[in-house]
């Protein structure tokens, strides 16, 4: 192999192993998490709520967490469709 091919394999294995590093610390996350939700992903039981709900509360908290789900799984559609 010549050097200008080696040269060339390296910038594209350098690419690839940048582009996953951002992937894997999460700058390539647009969905604007808080902190909050990145402590929940690390420690979930941190953030189940074991209480009593006030009148209608249940339902928005139901609601809200099926919204959270679909936009959870339409994430994770178009990550493995690239």
């Known amino acids: 192999m010549s050097i200008q ?3 060339r394999w390296g910038a594209v294995l350098f690419a690839a192993a940048f582009v996953s590093g951002c992937s894997l610390i999460g700058l390539g ?9 990145n402590a929940c992903k ?3 039981s941190s953030c189940m709520y ?3 709900y006030e009148p209608g509360e249940r339902g928005y908290a139901e609601e ?4 959270l789900n679909k ?3 339409a994430r994770l559609r178009r990550s493995a469709d690239w």
Do not use: I, P, Q, V
């Open 64 to 67: 809200e967490a099926k919204r």
């Open 50 to 52: 074991e209480g009593r």
């Open 71 to 73: 936009a959870a799984s």
């Open 29 to 37: 996350d647009s969905d604007g998490d808080d902190g909050r939700a």
């Open 5 to 7: 091919t080696l040269s």
């Open 42 to 44: 690390r420690d979930r």
